[in-house]
């Protein structure tokens, strides 16, 4: 196994294997070779590959980067997994990222972002992008509760996580569209949505890759003060693009982030230091 595809595994994992799942995995790749590092989008609980198919992918290749979205176990056209954990989902990035030509860029959307942070200490990536991270922190739960009482508390309980249109989009994203993306949306396994309030914090990332995270600050899932924590685990400041909704990469104005992050990658950001 070469450096370019090193995935790291530990003592436990060999005792305790994860169950091999079939994956869902869409991709747009540009028509010309640019040596650029592949992006591996990973979307949040409900979400699947579908989320980042619509605009990303396609504008992602467009401008030189090869893409690909994975759809977690139990979502999208994955195989059903109403059992899988964080682990599970952890294993499902890093096995997809390690069979990708040359290292990659990990972007993490919502929950996805937390499966991200897991697998930075299994998969040596070029670098992450946590879009509207959901980290798991008690602040985010109660802000949930408040905005979406109906559609949280279930959760809490092990029932399915409900978001609503008002979460997840603005006002100039059109209803049709809108009525047509919450519809699509799955669930997660529920000991991961458990795991991602209780489970044990990710370990720090192989090789201390340059993260950058970026949210909206009229985000009605993520509050202001959950991104900002969320950077200063990386030790950096939110990239934030107001009026926006949750789902970034679905909402009116998808072109701002995504070539926000394309710029980023541009200009190669070095290694983390200290």
Do not use: C
Not at 89 to 98: F, L, M, P, R, S
Not at 126 to 136: C, D, E, I, S, T
Not at 175 to 193: I, K, P, T
Not at 240 to 268: N, S
Request: glycine share 10%.
């Amino acid at each position: 196994m070469t450096g370019e595809r090193l995935r790291i595994v530990r003592a436990r994992e060999w005792a305790r294997p994860e169950r091999p799942a079939r994956r869902e995995v869409l991709s747009a790749v540009p028509q010309l070779e640019q040596g650029r590092p592949p992006l591996l989008f990973v979307p949040g609980f409900g979400h699947g590959a579908w989320a980042f198919a619509e605009h990303w992918l396609e504008h992602a290749a467009s401008r030189g980067f090869p893409a690909y979205a994975l759809s977690l176990r139990g979502h999208g056209g994955s195989e059903p997994a109403p059992a899988a954990t964080l682990r599970s989902y952890t294993h499902d990035v890093t096995q997809v990222a390690a069979s990708l030509p040359r290292r990659a860029v990990l972007v993490g959307h919502g929950a996805g972002a937390r499966v991200v942070a897991h697998a930075l200490a299994r998969y040596p990536a070029r670098a992450a992008v946590l879009v509207a991270p959901v980290l798991g922190d008690w602040g985010t739960l109660g802000a949930a509760l408040r905005r979406n009482p109906g559609g949280t508390l279930p959760a809490v309980f092990g029932g399915g996580l409900r978001l609503s249109r008002r979460q997840l989009f603005s006002r100039e994203l059109p209803d049709g569209e809108a009525r047509r993306y919450v519809a699509r949306l799955g669930r997660a396994g529920r000991r991961a949505q458990w795991q991602l309030l209780t489970g044990r914090e990710p370990e720090p990332a192989v090789g201390r890759p340059p993260v950058l995270v970026l949210g909206s600050p009229d985000d009605r899932v993520v509050p202001a003060a959950a991104l900002t924590r969320a950077a200063r685990r990386y030790a950096s400041a939110p990239l934030l693009f107001p009026g926006m909704g949750h789902d970034l990469m679905l909402d009116a104005r998808w072109r701002e982030p995504i070539d926000a992050i394309l710029d980023w990658l541009e200009k190669d950001p070095a290694p983390a230091t200290g």
